[in-house]
């Protein structure tokens, strides 16, 4: 079994998947010091957010993951109705975040690339390599969801005004910040004895300087 989700291995996998989204949403937010972001030391550049509200937040899509996992497990293979019904499951799990944060989008990103990942794990749980599983969930992303409602986010706003990818894009690459920036930092920072904690922030660091991210512009 992969060690990605060997945690916990009495659980059922959609529930083991589930817990590890909520905790990297809450880690993410713990880390410590990020620049601009909410962290431990406050709300960084954001007047609506603060860590509280983003552990509320990260709780809150518990049921979202579990039940996109679920989906992948039922659907097993990409294709326009596993599409479908991720991308339902996403929108329910937006509408139980923003009724947790009082309107406050806080995770709707993380649902996106998030709900992609452990979909693309639950198509195949014994793999742990993560750049399989980033093209696994780019097959996913590329699909049409016929059912996705009109709509103009910031993020697709920002993305217009400087030609910069959006989430949605960055998906349908295969996570290429995290997998050629992100996740070798990681293992670089790790492998010279930086602490865990410094470690990550090389990470987030090594993707900030070079992801256009639509959030920061």
């Known amino acids: 079994m992969s060690a990605l989700i060997a945690r916990n291995a009495d659980l059922p996998l959609a529930d083991r998947l589930a817990d590890l989204a909520v905790d990297a949403l809450i ?9 601009a972001l909410v962290d ?36 097993g293979e990409v ?6 019904a991720l991308g339902r499951i996403g929108r329910e799990g937006e509408a139980a975040m923003l009724a947790t944060t009082g309107g406050v989008n806080t995770h709707r990103g993380a649902i996106w690339a998030l709900g ?6 639950a198509l195949e749980p014994e793999s742990d390599d993560a750049q399989a599983i980033a093209l696994r969930a780019a097959r996913i992303a590329l699909i049409h969801d016929r059912a996705v409602p009109p709509s103009d986010s910031h993020g697709a706003q920002v993305a217009r005004r400087y030609g910069a990818r959006g989430a949605r894009e960055e998906a349908q690459l295969g996570f290429p910040a995290v997998i050629a920036h992100g996740l ?13 904690q410094n470690a990550r922030l ?3 660091l090594a993707i900030m300087a070079t992801l256009a991210d639509t959030c920061v512009l």
């Open 116 to 121: 992609l990942l452990v979909a693309a794990v």
């Open 40 to 75: 431990r030391r406050g709300s960084g550049a954001h007047r609506d957010l603060h860590l509280g509200l983003m552990h509320a937040s990260a709780l809150s899509l518990w049921p979202c993951f579990k039940q996109m996992a679920e989906a992948a497990l039922e659907h």
């Open 184 to 196: 070798p930092q990681l293992a670089r920072s790790r492998a010279a004895g930086a602490g865990e």
């Open 79 to 84: 294709g326009q109705p596993l599409r479908e």
């Open 27 to 35: 880690d993410e937010a713990d880390l410590s010091p990020k620049p």
């Open 202 to 204: 090389d990470a987030l």
